[in-house]
Nanobody, 119 residues
Framework: QVHLVESGGGLVHAGGSLRLSCAAS????????MGWFRQAPGKERESVGS????????DYVDAVKGRFTISRDNAKNTIYLQMNSLKPEDTAVYYC????????????WGQGTQVTVSS
């Protein structure tokens, strides 16, 4: 099992920045990929992007390309989501999740952290 703890959410004005963290513990040796997701009120959860556990492959959805950056600290088993040029439509609960080796779905999820962008 893998345990995920997110942090770093908060309230920011449009155009501002926030950095979210997601610390993983437990059977991290079996992680294949980690992803960031978000869910806005009244909407379905959507992907933001992902990073391979090795850190060699990163991808983003079009809505955040050029504004968000996903990175990883190997020593801390932590991934980050640096969010710049935030927009009100980025307001959501942000979740990190892990996809384990051999699986096609994300298996473990964090508790989520609220990001609110005011206009």
């Amino acid at each position: 099992q893998v345990h995920l703890v997110e942090s770093g959410g908060g309230l920011v004005h449009a155009g501002g920045s926030l950095r979210l963290s997601c610390a993983a513990s437990g059977r991290t040796f079996n992680i294949y990929k980690m992803g960031w997701f978000r869910q806005a009120p009244g909407k379905e959860r959507e992907s933001v992007g992902s990073i391979s556990w090795s850190g060699s492959a990163v991808d983003y959805v079009d809505a955040v390309k050029g504004r968000f950056t996903i990175s990883r600290d190997n020593a801390k088993n932590t991934i980050y989501l640096q969010m710049n040029s935030l927009k009100p439509e980025d307001t959501a609960v942000y979740y990190c999740a892990t996809r384990m080796s051999g699986n096609v779905r994300y298996d473990y999820w964090g508790q989520g952290t609220q990001v609110t962008v005011s206009s």
